[in-house]
């Protein structure tokens, strides 16, 4: 194989990772190209990983890809990047603990809800 190929994604055991590694079987077994999967951790470093070449290709969310490409949140320079392949949409839930007298959206003011996930910037 003289074409080979780093593909960014989170990290190593979740579900993208998983199939990051389904895509570089696919990759060598039929479209003779080899590659490697890079667990970089998460959508917004993916898109950093790209913009300094240490991945090829990276799964990463839209918002991510988005600010990455208008240079929005951590980017200071635009990254040069385009769609690939669409995959499932991936949405969110906040779920609240039975108890925790949190009933509507307005009762979240004030509170922490989760810890700062910097690989996360989503939530």
Not at 23 to 41: I, R
Not at 45 to 56: E, G, S
Request: charged share 20%; proline share 5%.
């Amino acid at each position: 194989m003289s074409r080979f190929l780093r593909i960014g994604t989170s990290s190593t055991g979740s579900v993208y990772y998983t199939l990051a590694v389904a895509m570089s079987k696919m990759l060598k077994d039929h479209a003779n190209l080899g590659s490697t999967v890079e667990p970089v951790g998460g959508s917004t470093p993916n898109v950093h990983a790209l913009n300094t070449n240490r991945v090829d290709v990276a799964i990463t969310n839209a918002m991510a890809s988005y600010d990455g490409y208008h240079t929005k949140g951590r980017f200071k320079q635009p990254v040069e990047l385009g769609l690939l392949v669409v995959g499932n949409p991936s949405l969110r839930q906040l779920v609240i603990r039975k108890g925790s007298g949190i009933t509507r959206v307005e009762d979240i003011k004030g509170r922490t809800f989760i810890g700062r996930r910097p690989a996360l910037p989503e939530i």
